[in-house]
């Protein structure tokens, strides 16, 4: 039972981990815009100064990427809350109840890791090279920690239950 209770406090705190930087995006929606905009700008890179793909310069190209990334937080933190209340419901029922309420919190994480090492990584990191800079390489460092929480919370949540 216990192990039960750790999952559904684990899924919960990738919920919270979630919604609170994407509140934080949407509090300061500013530095936010001006973060993407820098990145899909490819500006100051020195150590790759050339890329394969073009920079994005276009506002409304830049104001699209941030809501979806903002959106996806925003998902993947209510996917993730849904999760630890189903989970929570079927706490005392049997195994296979109990695991069948771990989708939507298993979907959260899922979608943590799309939004994490996907948007930062993959595309943040590879393709518009951000670690070359100081904003960048901060926002990767966090990305990292954030894609590796969803994922070892995921592959935890995941564990049938005995």
Same mark, same amino acid.
Request: glycine fraction near 10%.
């Given at each position: 039972?216990? $192990? ?24 300061? $929606? ?8 820098? %990145?899909? !700008? ?24 941030? %809501?979806?990334? %903002? ?43 799309? %939004?994490?090492?996907?948007?930062? !990584? ?13 904003? !960048? ?26």
């Amino acid at each position: 039972m216990l $192990l039960r209770y750790l999952k559904i406090d684990f899924v919960i705190l990738i919920a919270l981990l979630c919604l609170f930087y994407a509140g934080q995006n949407v509090a300061n $929606l500013g530095a936010c815009y001006w973060s993407f905009e820098y %990145v899909l !700008g490819l500006a100051d890179h020195v150590s790759y100064p050339n890329s394969f793909f073009p920079a994005i310069k276009s506002p409304a190209i830049i104001w699209t990427v941030l %809501v979806v990334v %903002v959106a996806f937080e925003f998902v993947a933190g209510l996917f993730a809350a849904k999760g630890a209340w189903d989970m929570w419901g079927a706490r005392k029922g049997s195994a296979i109840e109990f695991d069948a309420a771990k989708k939507n919190a298993l979907i959260g994480c899922s979608l943590g890791i799309i %939004v994490w090492l996907g948007f930062f !990584g993959v595309f943040g990191g590879a393709l518009f090279q951000m670690w070359q800079t100081e904003v !960048g390489s901060a926002s990767m460092d966090g990305a990292f920690q954030f894609f590796v929480s969803c994922a070892v919370i995921f592959l935890i949540t995941s564990l049938e239950d005995k």
